[in-house]
């Protein structure tokens, strides 16, 4: 099946050169570009990608506002696309719903393997960075939020998967841990995004980590 993609950029020269890149691979179509978040927006209604490249940083609607308009209607998923490792822009465009980041300086083979694997519903983290970004995250400056409360509806077994999330597992490794499949792993991760409301593996274990501490 072939991935459909967006790339939002505000330079030409690099929306250029990822478009080359992605139009290498077999299996990936670059179907619109946009220069700046409200054009991000409409290409994404417009044309319904799987997966949107989201710089961060671009003139009027920026990339986290884009990515929190994208993810809320369930339009694809996002890729943030930054110069910039674990700043106050990429934590936010995470908590408003994108599925990882990438280094611009990123490898033409780590873009491509990104791309597919957030067009699969996976992160694009691994979970060593994971678990750096969210202990990072929490010791940042950003934008205080209210702690949140889980949803009582959480079963047990989901609450395990949350705890596990929080602390930057694969689905292989919780499957370890708690003694199940891994296809099971990813159906009780499926509800957990679903009953907490969010639309990434990275934003439940934000969720996860700030519940514990509160």
Do not use: W
């Amino acid at each position: 099946m072939t991935i459909r993609v967006l790339i939002a950029d505000d330079h030409g020269a690099i929306r250029a050169g990822l478009r080359m890149i992605l139009d290498s691979a077999g299996d990936i179509e670059v179907v619109g570009e946009a220069a700046d978040g409200d054009i991000a927006v409409a290409q994404t209604k417009a044309l319904r990608p799987d997966v949107v490249l989201m710089d961060v940083r671009m003139p009027g609607v920026d990339g986290i506002a884009a990515t929190g308009q994208i993810t809320a209607e369930g339009l694809a998923g996002v890729l943030i696309l930054t110069t910039f490792d674990l700043d106050e822009y990429v934590f936010r465009t995470l908590r408003a719903g994108a599925s990882g980041f990438i280094l611009k300086s990123a490898s033409s083979k780590v873009l491509i393997d990104a791309v597919r694997s957030v067009a699969a519903g996976d992160g694009v983290l691994a979970p060593e960075v994971t678990r750096t970004l969210i202990t990072a995250f929490a010791a940042t400056g950003a934008p205080a939020e209210p702690k949140p409360d889980l949803p009582a509806e959480l079963t047990e077994r989901e609450r395990e998967v949350l705890t596990c999330l929080g602390e930057g597992l694969s689905n292989a490794q919780i499957a370890t841990r708690l003694y199940i499949g891994e296809t099971t792993v990813k159906t009780h991760v499926s509800r957990v995004l679903t009953k907490l409301g969010v639309r990434s593996r990275v934003q439940a274990a934000i969720l996860a980590r700030e519940a514990a501490q509160s």
